[in-house]
């Protein structure tokens, strides 16, 4: 198994910055794809960030240069940098991780949710 830590979440004024952060840590694995994602009060859970192995990037539209996502793999550690915030972006923030395991007799890949952290962005 593996076990996902998120930090960096907390209250900030609008135009203000936040950094995110989500580790794993456990054994036997590999990271694929990594992501973040958001959830507001009323509303669905939506896409953020994205970064691949290769390290090629996706983002919402809503977040276009103003957020960046990038990964550390010696650390196994995903990283949502946000600048310039904005009330909109107020919300649950999840990472999500594409894992896959290496057992005795072979492999298999496992999606992993962060526990969320909440970022609140005031006006």
């Known amino acids: 198994q593996v076990q996902l830590v998120e930090s960096g979440g907390g209250l900030v004024q609008a135009g203000g910055s936040l950094r995110l952060s989500c580790a794993a840590s456990?054994?036997?694995?590999?990271?694929?794809?990594m992501g973040w994602y958001r959830q507001a009060p009323g509303k669905q859970r939506e896409l953020v960030a994205s970064i691949t192995n290769g390290g090629r990037t996706v983002y919402a539209d809503s977040v276009k240069g103003r957020f960046t996502i990038s990964r550390d793999n010696a650390k196994n550690t995903v990283y949502l940098q946000m600048n310039s915030l904005k009330p909109e972006d107020t919300a649950v923030y999840y990472c999500n991780l594409g894992i896959t395991h290496y057992t005795g007799i072979g492999s298999y890949t496992k999606d992993y949710w962060g526990q969320g952290t909440q970022v609140t962005v005031s006006s």
């Open positions: 456990g054994s036997s694995f590999r990271i694929n794809a």
